[in-house]
């Protein structure tokens, strides 16, 4: 039995960063608006333990071998530990998790007091994901993120003193008025604390954030040049490199043996339950999702569910396989994409992968395709084309 991978979703933050399209909601505004109660956390909890039950009934998933928990947000380390904890004992009682499974939440420096990440690891979380995205306080200011440089480092030395021996940083590049220096300052501070894995992607600009409206009235000043976000991307890679971590994945950084297997799961099509305000599921060729409101998930709980998919074609399933896989500097086996798909590749997308290669941006190892240098800086584009 393939063992599953297991999403929580908890959506509520201090305050919404200006730049963030995640659905997260500023916890204040819900307790304003009345959305949720005083006993948010609680009726939270208990909304997504039925989440579970119900889904690990309905689709005969009780009993299940589990490989990975993942608690993101949001500001997952919001949310008092014991009701994470609670959520966790909920898992156990419904499905195997296996020994060695990574268990992964993460973290904002802004809510991330040393007793809440000694209660966390009490729990079971065994790795910390902690969002800093800069170590300059007018950086941070810019993406309007609520802790300090400061608060960041301290986060991660409590994450240390707490016991957990598996950090991923995320850092962010791109940020409006960084300059190259300030960016690399960033990539070698995070360096110098050590953790085993980083995540470190360019600010993207979306609609239906704070800083998409300023954009599009053209007030969002400061954002780099393409040559030097291309500079930026380069630096990083090299930083990097220079100081041990193996670049897998377009953003994504490991020492040895510390890969989010989480997130691996996902770029390799594998199935998934997801639980929680608008958390995606996919199971058995099959994807869903939940309602994205805290109140409305908190409300429906029994059947969450906002909206469903089939993948009823292979060339859909290996549509998706390409655009997941090929973010992986691995890439993608040409055989083990038809075997898990059920058609030929090559006979769907042979005329793509041709036109990529000529173009330089997908290379060919023997029955793997993978994305050249090239390729992964115009990853986005490249992607689409399997949709
Ligand atoms: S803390 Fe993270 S999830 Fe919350 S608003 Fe900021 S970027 Fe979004």
């Not at 014991?82 to 020994?99: M, V």
């Not at 021996?165 to 110098?192: K, R, T, Y």
Request: hydrophobic share 40%; with cysteine.
């Amino acid at each position: 039995m393939t063992p599953l991978s297991i999403y929580i979703h908890i959506p509520f933050c201090i305050h919404k960063c200006g730049y963030c399209d995640f659905n997260s909601y500023a916890l204040e505004g819900l307790l304003e608006k009345g959305h949720v109660g005083e006993d948010w956390a609680a009726a939270y909890a208990g909304a997504a333990i039925r989440d579970i039950e119900s889904r690990a009934s309905a689709l005969g998933l009780a009993g299940m071998p589990v490989e990975t928990v993942f608690f993101g947000g949001g500001t997952p380390s919001l949310f008092p530990a014991p009701e994470t904890a609670r959520i966790l004992r909920s898992l156990r009682e419904r499905f195997e998790i296996l020994p060695g499974a990574e268990i992964a939440l993460e973290a904002n420096p802004g809510a991330a007091e040393s007793g809440r990440f000694a209660a966390l690891r009490e729990a079971g979380v065994n790795r910390i994901s902690i969002g800093m995205q800069s170590f300059s306080d007018t950086a941070l200011r810019r993406l309007e993120r609520v802790h300090t440089g400061e608060d960041a480092r301290e986060a991660f030395r409590s994450a240390r003193r707490a016991g957990f021996e598996n950090i991923s940083l995320d850092l962010m590049f791109g940020i409006p008025h960084q300059g190259l220096d300030e960016a690399a300052a960033d990539v070698e501070s995070a360096i110098d604390l050590g953790p085993e894995h980083l995540s470190a992607y360019e600010l993207t600009i979306e609609s239906g954030t704070n800083f998409g409206a300023l954009h599009a009235r053209g007030e969002l000043g400061g954002l780099p040049d393409e040559d030097t976000a291309l500079a930026m991307w380069e630096m990083r890679d090299r930083l990097l490199s220079a100081a041990g971590y193996e670049r897998y994945e377009i953003s994504n950084f490991a020492r040895p043996g510390f890969k989010c297997r989480h997130n691996l799961n996902y770029w390799r099509r594998g199935e998934y339950l997801g639980a929680g305000a608008g958390a995606h599921s996919f199971i058995a060729g099959r994807r869903f999702w939940n309602h994205a409101r805290p109140d409305h998930y908190i409300k429906a709980s029994g059947d969450p569910t906002a909206g469903k998919e089939i993948i009823d074609s292979a060339e859909k399933a290996i549509g998706e396989t390409f655009m997941l896989g090929l973010r992986l500097t691995d890439g993608v086996s040409l055989d083990e994409a038809a075997r898990s798909c059920g058609a030929d590749p090559e006979e769907i997308f042979g005329g793509v992968f041709s036109e990529l290669i000529e173009s330089g941006l997908l290379e060919r190892a023997g029955r793997t395709l993978r994305l050249t240098p090239k390729g992964l800086l115009l990853a986005n584009q490249v992607l689409q084309k399997f949709i």
